[in-house]
């Protein structure tokens, strides 16, 4: 098992280049609904949510398997890669025919078809990047992902904020990807090449049967999940209108950029997880709960303080133009809260080879979401004049199944009394927050947020949640961010080593 410092040093890395990313893309999240309106957002949502569907079958789910076997053998990184690469690209090929069987048959508009197949380009890219960041996570290289994302993000929001600038429209802003991953690719292949010094990729028949056989319980849960987060979409697109669509991504867009913790945290766990399942039972048992007790001490404060000033946040960064958005993010900001622990313990629950079980309860919530959005979207729709609000409530009711249905499949043992505790104090400090910090969010929303933050602080350690070691590993995480961040500032240049 990893000790706690080395988790501190890798979240530090991570949650610092998450950070960093976070502030980008959320300059990139105001600007591009205020240029584009609501129509021009809803036809980009409406063409990626499409391809992130179709791309979950050009992966294959291949990413989760490269990062097991790199982590527990490295040497077969060559082989490995060599074999998804060519993969990758064959299944492409046939993912193209799927779109465009799709886009036929629901006959969308001529510019919602060729936003598509724009977007689909860049998917061909991103699936090589993907590989290529699995190889570096099992290799443990955080350092490299962190910058790799920043670049990413730094480029992706320059070169938008340069096409809204010079007055170009939603056709230039969906070629973006197309000119920034190529560039992503070069830079983890070449610190992948430094690891290996050189490093013959080869495809291999007999690898690439075991890796499909292999990654098929991965496929059915990407398949499941990116359905799953973008069926409400295109329910909304063919039930409402492409506008509706853009005020509903406009407040998903806002939630997106707060999921840098969980993913940064389960990035940094999952490798730990994975070897203490093969190595040592306890030990992973101890970093499950702590881990889970730490999620949701982080997510409380973030979701119940996005759902309070949700609606000054949208009018002030959007105007009144998006103001159906903030009942929207309201949802999504309690939504956030289950949506954080689903990250981590669908992590948890890969990482013990309960791959097919998880799947089980993600399918149940994706078919479930069907119905769901079918009665919900026109209930909101027509009595509250926001058909988006149903794919909110729709994703609420979801969420909360699935992080039922994950602690029912937990190895035994894994939760203990101690996390109840937490959790129930950790929840009573949240509705404190809320108590205190409501009454300031119109008028005064930067005091409404100190307040909250203060109050929430402050229950926290009046009701000693959190134990000394798990104290000590905040501190130290929080050390290793600004550490990484002063590093960024003063040579944003230099990778870690």
Known sequence: MVSGKKIAKNMGMMVASQLTTWGIAFILAIFLPRYLGATGIGELSIANSIWLIVSVLVTFGMDVHITKTVARDPERTAEVLGTSLVIRCIFFILACVLVGLYLFFVRYSTRIIEITAIVGLSYLFSTVSAALNSVLIGLERME???????????????????????????????????????????????????????????????????????????LITGVTLTAYQQIDTLFI???????????????????????????????????????????????????????????????????????????????????????????????????????????????????????????????????????????????TRDVLQNGALGGALSFLITECGMVIGAILLLPKGTLQWSNVRTATLTLISGLLMVSTSWWFRDNLMVVSILVGALTYGAAVLLLRIIPREDMQLIMDMVKNVSTQLRRKKENPARIGD
């Open 144 to 218: 490299v992902t962190s910058v790799s994302s920043v670049i990413n993000r730094v480029l992706t929001t320059t070169i938008s904020l340069l096409m809204i600038f010079v007055g170009y429209g939603v056709y230039a802003i969906a070629t973006v990807n197309l000119i920034v991953i190529p560039f992503n690719i070069l830079f983890m292949g070449y610190f992948i090449l430094q690891q290996y010094k050189k490093i013959p990729l080869r495809f291999s028949m007999k690898e690439a049967k075991v890796m499909l056989h292999l990654s098929a319980p991965y």
């Open 237 to 379: 697109a063919s039930l409402v209108d492409t506008k509706t669509v853009g005020w509903y991504n406009t407040a998903v867009g806002l939630f997106s950029t707060l999921m840098f913790l969980p993913v940064a945290f389960g990035t940094v766990v999952f490798p730990a997880l994975s070897r203490s399942y093969v190595a040592a039972q306890e030990k992973l048992l101890l970093i499950a709960r702590r881990s889970i007790d730490l999620m949701f001490l982080f997510s409380i404060p973030i979701g119940m303080g996005i759902m309070v000033i949700a609606k000054p946040l949208i009018l002030l960064l959007y105007g009144p133009d998006f103001i159906a958005s903030s009942a929207i993010l309201a949802t999504l900001g309690i939504v956030l809260i289950f949506t954080y622990l689903n990250t981590l313990l669908g992590q948890l629950l890969i990482s013990t080879d309960r791959t097919g079980k998880w799947n089980i309860v993600m399918i149940g919530a994706t078919l479930l979401t069907i119905p769901l959005d079918l009665v919900l979207v026109p209930w």
